[in-house]
């Protein structure tokens, strides 16, 4: 089955600066990719997704890049804010074949100011 | 706005009860999720239901098992608690034509 390798487990940035966060698939048929964001207390909410004919996408602040090849794609937030501050999870699926997500380990985001 | 509801935010009880955990959407999804979420190991999914009264495990079934009797409320049930099934839970939903997944707030169960 698939395998989502989130990297790193905890970033912390100062307000302003930009954050990256990395990941790797394993299933070369994986064709969707989206990320969650989850704040304290509540549940991962969507943010952005990025299908696998496409390279880049960015909405505001945030931007995803997804390098097929490789296998990678990356979760790229400039001037970062407080409100920042979450744990962000990838996942990826095969929209073809498969019926479920499967998520990477998360990376806690601390934004300070 | 889709709203998926759990039943309890906190839940302790007792190793060997059984523990049930209710979760309701109000968006007439047919595909529902459980997921439990621990540090470091990230979502993984127990069972799902892409409609009533069909269930289908997860990758982490083993000692749990589901009920879905109406289309908007999807039950994971521990039969038996144990202290390693101390975790949150996490019920999501999801509509056939669209790949984006609805959380609830989660339930902190702890088992003693």
């Known amino acids: 089955g698939e395998n989502v390798e989130q990297h790193p487990s905890t970033l912390s940035v100062q307000e302003g600066d930009s954050a990256v966060i990395k990941c790797t698939y394993s299933d070369s048929a994986s064709n969707y990719f989206p990320w969650y964001k989850q704040e304290l207390g509540k549940g991962p909410q969507l943010i952005i997704d990025i299908r696998s004919n496409v390279g880049e996408k960015k909405d505001q602040r945030i931007a995803v890049t997804l390098n097929k090849t490789a296998k990678h794609f990356s979760l790229h937030i400039t001037e970062t804010q407080p409100e920042d501050s979450a744990v962000y999870f990838c996942a990826s699926i095969d929209t073809g074949t498969a019926s479920k997500l499967t998520f990477g380990t998360g990376t806690r985001l601390q934004v300070t100011l | 706005d889709v709203k998926v509801t759990q039943s309890s935010r906190y839940l302790v009880k007792r190793t060997g009860e059984k523990v049930f955990l209710e979760c309701v959407q109000d968006?007439?999804?047919?595909?529902m999720f459980w997921y439990r979420q621990d540090p470091g190991l990230g979502l993984r999914l127990i069972y799902f239901s892409y409609d009533v009264k069909m269930k289908e495990k997860g990758d982490i079934p083993e000692g749990y098992s589901v009920s879905r009797e109406k289309k908007e409320r999807f039950s994971l049930i521990l039969e038996s608690a144990s202290t390693n099934q101390t975790s949150m839970y996490l019920c999501?939903?999801?509509?056939?034509?669209?790949?984006?997944?609805?959380f609830g707030s989660g339930t902190q169960l702890s088992v003693l």
């Open positions: 968006m007439d999804h047919e595909n």
């Open positions: 999501a939903s999801l509509t056939w034509d669209s790949e984006k997944l609805f």
